[in-house]
């Protein structure tokens, strides 16, 4: 299964309410939400008919976060109705805006995109959807961090070690799709400062010079679950019901747990 079309699934059996993505592009990712969406992107080339209420940002994911109220566009107004219809929360104006599913394909270098995890974790809940992009390259050449192929991926394959590492609370799961793999990342939580706390410490050790030690499970897909798997599990009705019924980590994130792992391994 190629990336777009798992990112389509994801959609579906997600049940999200709103979308963030992170590196846009020319938009073939971004047609694929129909609910309120940000994107964010420091040169976006959009050439695809975009079928969502978008507000694209022409800045980098830093600058973005930076601001006050980054997310304000999924926030809605005061009038309860008027939000039903334009597909928000009716009360969303006075409460803290969640993301639901969010989309990380920016700057290939895993500093980066470990900023973006940071930010949008920020703003996330336990029901969340985190999903990397490129965390399976092909070969080494195409996980290099200085850039010298057509197809490049870069180093963000680290960050499911990193987070495997510093934050075992998280479910990640790698997802063999084509053509270099996503991980998906369940169990936000908004209240863990430890990738922040300890951030400098972790790009001391992770950013090494050319060429890059890619670990064999990375390059063979040995640990990769086929997207099929994923989509087809049991779990996300249950990870959709409670968030839209704002059940809290403590009641339902344990069983949720297990049954995530459970796809990740393989079971």
Known sequence: MKRHEFLRELHKVSGNRNYLEIGVNDGRSLRLS????IAVDPAFKVVTEIRCDVHL????????FARD????HLRGGRHPLRNLRRGRK???????TVLDLSFIDGMHLFEYALRDFMNIERHSDWTSVIVFDDMLPRNVDEAARDRHTGAWTGDVYKLAEILGRYRPDLVTVLVDTQPTGQLVVFGADPRNTVLRDRYDEIVAEYEVPDPQKVPEAILDRASAVAPEAL????FWRSLARARRLGVRRGRAWVPLRAQIAGVASGG
């Not at 129909?34 to 969406?37: A, C, F, Y």
């Not at 940002?57 to 973005?64: E, G, L, M, R």
């Not at 989509?231 to 049991?234: E, H, M, R, V």
């Open 69 to 72: 109220n980054p997310l304000i």
């Open 90 to 96: 009716p009360f969303g104006y006075w409460r803290r």
């Open 231 to 234: 989509l087809g599990a049991g």
């Open 34 to 37: 129909r609910v309120p969406t």
């Open 57 to 64: 940002v022409k800045a980098t994911s830093d600058d973005f």
